[in-house]
């Protein structure tokens, strides 16, 4: 009998040890699947068949996604592209239409279409930016522009929209020189003067101010238009996200244009917010950091 509860401590003194042996083999392991931190750096190294077995099973599984993510990520480059070379061959035919549009005999009709047709071509413009947001900063050159030849630049780009809605602009204090991607910031400053437009009363106006900061300059654009509500103002760079004046508006919005707005605020390093009073006024804010700053993004 007491030879028998010997062996049977010794048995269990066995599993308990190899249970706490196990335990610690696979203990980092588990941790890391608990945080959902990078596997590899917790991977066993053991020789055992079941050591063995699971740095197989994670391998494969590895393997397999990272097949799948160069599928998905050759796919998007094919679309981007075919994305990019539709809109450059659409805006032949849309100029064309402008030009045309300059022989009709109707004044009014004329101006309508004109009209219409600056509608296009910014929305073709929407398309190009917005499909190759998540790529884009491959193409971003950060360099020195003048703040007032950019956004003058940005108002011409609009000018017949500008003048059909009755908007008047207003340029002061913007000789200053920031670091940015004239390209990105362009699609921006577009994607702005745009809503100020949509959103404008019957006769707007949009004010463009700057200041120069200890680390950089602040760029303000401001419209005197239909504002926002109080409660939608932190959610104005939500993807998808309308707010109540955007859904009570004949031109709906798609609560897109705001969200690829902060995204290439955020990946040129600069920053963005919106202050607004509904019914009154609505302002932009965009920080441009001096060169210093920019170079130290990463730390």
């Not at 599928?71 to 075919?82: A, G, P, V």
């Amino acid at each position: 009998m007491y030879l028998d509860f010997l062996v049977l401590f010794i048995i269990v003194v066995f599993f308990v040890m190899d249970y706490i042996n196990f335990r610690n083999i696979y203990k980092n392991l588990y941790n890391c699947l608990e945080n959902s931190d990078e596997i590899d750096s917790h991977l066993i190294d053991g020789q055992s068949f079941e050591e063995i077995l699971i740095r197989a099973i994670i391998e494969n599984l590895k393997t397999k996604s990272n097949n799948d993510i160069e599928i998905y990520r050759q796919s998007l480059k094919e679309l981007d592209e075919y994305i990019a070379k539709w809109v450059h061959e659409i805006k032949i035919p849309i100029s064309s239409l402008s030009i045309i549009t300059d022989r009709l005999s109707s004044i009014e009709d004329s101006i309508d279409i004109k009209n219409q047709v600056a509608k296009i071509n910014f929305l073709v413009n929407s398309i190009l930016y917005s499909s190759r947001s998540n790529t884009m900063f491959e193409d971003v050159f950060i360099n020195k522009f003048n703040l007032e030849k950019l956004i003058k630049m940005s108002i011409k780009n609009n000018s017949f929209l500008l003048i059909k809605n009755n908007i008047e602009v207003s340029l002061n204090k913007l000789d200053y020189d920031v670091y940015t991607d004239s390209k990105c910031m362009s699609y921006i400053l577009d994607q702005i003067i745009n809503n100020a437009i949509k959103y404008s009363k019957e006769i707007g106006k949009i004010e463009f101010d700057s200041k120069k900061l200890e680390n950089g300059v602040v760029l303000s654009i401001k419209d005197f238009g239909i504002g926002i509500n109080e409660e939608d103002i932190a959610r104005v760079f939500d993807k998808g996200f309308t707010g109540t004046n955007g859904r009570n508006q004949l031109y709906k919005s798609t609560g897109m244009g705001l969200y690829f707005v902060k995204k290439m605020i955020d990946n040129l390093g600069h920053d963005i917010e919106v202050c607004s009073e509904n019914g009154i006024y609505t302002i932009f804010n965009i920080y441009f950091y001096d060169i210093s700053d920019y170079l130290n993004l990463d730390n």
